[in-house]
């Protein structure tokens, strides 16, 4: 993600918003109707809250998982993979930025993770 969302403040999760209008909730929405199982994906979250920039993860955990793919959700989650060589990864852009920029089109996240998951 670029930046946390929802209200702050101490037992805050930095990578989801519990609010049910943001984007971790339209996320889950576009997610159940496209058929995708929340139980087939791996979340890393890229954002750095001290630096506000890609945070200082050790790539090697990609190696460990061997996923079939890698879709990097915004700017932030792009950036890392370029500096840490992950040549494998599709950009998509950021769930918040989609919802509401792009509301009325299909979340190209959902057709992605239809088509490496072979749903539908």
Do not use: M
């Amino acid at each position: 993600g670029e930046r946390p969302g929802g209200f702050g403040g101490r037992g805050h999760l930095p990578f989801v918003s519990l609010r049910a209008d943001g984007c971790s909730a339209w996320l889950a929405e576009q997610l159940e109707a496209g058929g995708v199982p929340e139980a087939a994906l791996y979340w890393v979250n890229a954002w750095d809250g001290e630096l506000g920039r890609g945070a200082q993860l050790d790539e090697t955990f990609i190696c460990q998982l061997k996923p079939k793919a890698i879709f990097c959700l915004g700017a932030v989650a792009v950036r890392w993979c370029r500096e840490h060589g992950i040549p494998q990864h599709t950009d998509v852009d950021h769930p918040q930025a989609w919802k509401r920029f792009h509301s009325k089109k299909p979340y190209p996240l959902i057709k992605e993770l239809q088509a490496c998951l072979k749903i539908r």
